[in-house]
């Protein structure tokens, strides 16, 4: 189990952050990851694998005036 935002979600074997983001429906298009206090970078979104009881941030990044 992971926790997404204060959620639980299933984690499984070799789950990118990419994966979390479509099983999460996160589609908005500037977004900042951080699992376990570490930013993962957009290149790395399909490499980098999440540990099983990670604690996974996302946020959605918006502009304004």
């Known amino acids: 189990m ?3 935002n204060g959620q639980e979600v299933a984690w499984r074997e ?3 952050v990419r994966e979390l983001l479509q099983i999460c429906k ?3 298009p500037l977004l900042i990851v951080k699992v ?3 930013f993962v970078a957009r290149s790395d979104y399909d490499n ?4 099983d009881g990670s604690n996974v941030s996302v946020v959605h990044l918006m ?3």
């Open 14 to 16: 070799n789950l990118s």
């Open 2 to 4: 992971i926790e997404v």
């Open 26 to 28: 996160y589609s908005f």
């Open 63 to 65: 502009s304004g005036g």
């Open 48 to 51: 980098f694998k999440i540990p």
């Open 36 to 38: 376990n206090d570490e």
